[in-house]
């Protein structure tokens, strides 16, 4: 769910969200309705809920996702030609890194090199007598002309080189900076698969896992709905379920997809698994990974040319430290982040897009960041300003979708999917949630006897 850079800056990669869904949800959530209907069936599996805890031993009872908040026919699904892959594949030992790997081994070596010049350049000048103070001041006042020459050329190259770089974005097209090749980060994807695939090699779930077959059978289903577009159809789809209560999923570039079984936890029904899982296949259709690496190593060569400039200027050097902070800070929370929130937002679209092609209740989507919200209420997690985080809050998260939907749903029905039946799940979430404020007001300690809203209810009715 993440988009947040870590090793290597690819996009998608997982955020801490541990433990944000836990107490006072699954009680919202128990709302009985008549109409459900199974969706996912697995032939060697018993059928239940898709709310057990993710140490459930295999020869235990199996869960199955149910669509909890509206009521459709049963939809079969045949099953998909996903490649299943559990090998582990090193990189041989003699091949080259790729150019973004080396452009991240030498940004520090770049930094290191600004701040030497940079205080070089301070100590030449305080070296200076003061009548050749003078005479470089009075020699920068008569060519100052040719000084800002310089350094409008030197503007002109940085913007000619931006511009020069630009390309379309798949499916929005949308114009993006692209500085590095896709080849050379389809290397960098399959390092960083590795390492992935290290980390969790005692934690994979197997192809026979009910689980494991519901996310393959959701992304089998989205990337079928989806064929038409070709960087869905170019990837090649490789599912990979962790045992890890972390509430998180993501997709590298190349097409590996990686969901844990938190996730699974979370979701309340197979609308907000495919929702869930569009969005992640949209980060990589849309190559945002490779979009965030251009801009994050644009910005970071801008940047050198205003480190070298602080710490020549900085009479000392803790005053040079201090703002050199203040200006990564700067580029943080100016550029970078707000970037990611743009990037987060695109794949929220263009994922709730996938998900209505595939005959998915789209409306499903903003319950499912509201359940997030109303989880960190309940868990007294501090909201932090959206400003702060590379992440739109739940909140405006679900607005943003709800405000997207009725175009989503046009999709859909213009993709001859079967028509939506029972109430809104949004409409039936706010009423949860009205009936939960108005019962807890006036009330003192939960008796025993009944069930404790901070805990999940696990035994949902079956249909």
């Known amino acids: 769910l993440s988009g947040n850079t870590r090793n290597c800056f690819l ?87 790729p150019v973004p790997l080396f452009w991240i081994i030498v940004k520090p070596a770049q930094k290191l090199f600004a701040i030497i010049l940079g205080r070089s350049i301070r100590n ?33 190259v940085f913007i000619m080189f931006y511009f020069t770089h630009l390309e379309e974005t798949p499916i929005t097209g949308r114009a993006r900076l692209l500085v590095f090749g896709k080849e050379h980060f389809r290397e960098l ?41 070709p960087q869905v159809s170019a990837l090649k789809w490789v599912i990979h379920v962790v045992d890890e209560p972390g509430v998180n999923a993501f997709v590298l570039p190349n097409g590996q997809v990686f969901v844990f079984t938190g996730l699974l936890d ?12 569009g969005h992640e296949i949209a980060h990589a259709v849309l190559e945002h990974a490779v979009k965030k690496a251009s801009l994050v190593h644009f910005l970071d060569f801008l940047s050198l040319i205003f480190l070298t400039m602080i710490w020549a200027i900085c009479p000392r050097d803790s005053l040079a430290v201090v703002g050199q902070w203040i200006q ?88 001859n999917c079967p028509s939506l039946s029972g109430p809104d799940p949004r409409l039936i979430f706010k009423l949860n949630m009205q009936h939960l404020l108005e019962s807890s007001k006036g009330r003192g300690p939960p008796n025993s006897t009944k069930q404790d809203p901070s805990k999940p209810k696990l035994d949902f009715p079956h249909t």
């Open 328 to 415: 990564s800070k700067l580029q943080e929370f100016m550029f970078d982040r707000p970037y990611s929130r743009t990037l987060e937002a695109e794949a929220d679209k263009v994922g709730l897009q996938f998900a209505a092609k595939a005959c998915v209740d789209v409306r499903a989507s903003s319950v499912f960041w509201q359940q997030m919200e109303l989880a960190e209420t309940i868990q007294g997690q501090p909201r932090l300003p959206e400003w702060l985080s590379t992440h739109p809050s739940h909140e405006n998260r679900a607005e943003h979708l709800d405000r997207l939907i009725p175009q989503a749903l046009k999709i859909r029905e213009s993709c």
């Open 266 to 277: 979370a979701v309340s029904d197979i609308h907000q698994l495919s929702f869930i899982l």
């Open 11 to 97: 996009s998608g990669n997982p955020d801490s969200y541990r433990n944000l869904i836990g107490k006072g949800l699954r009680c919202l959530l128990d709302v009985p309705h008549t109409s459900g209907e199974e969706v996912y069936r697995n032939a060697n599996h018993s059928s239940g809920r898709f709310f057990s805890q993710s140490s459930q031993a295999l020869g235990e009872k199996t869960p199955s996702l149910l669509i909890s908040s509206v009521g459709q026919p049963p939809c079969h699904f045949a099953a998909w030609n996903i490649q299943i892959n559990r090998s582990f594949h090193t990189s041989p030992s003699l091949q080259a890194a």
């Open 189 to 229: 994807s399959q390092m960083e698969y590795d390492m992935w695939m290290e980390q969790f090699k005692s934690q994979m779930l197997p192809e026979t896992d009910a689980r494991y077959q519901v996310v393959e059978r959701v992304v089998g289903h989205l990337s079928e709905s989806n064929k038409d577009i």
């Open 124 to 156: 030449w000048w305080k070296a200076l007598p003061p009548n050749k103070r003078e005479l470089f001041k009075e020699s920068a006042r008569k060519n100052k002309w040719k000084i800002l020459l310089g350094v409008s050329s030197l503007g002109v």
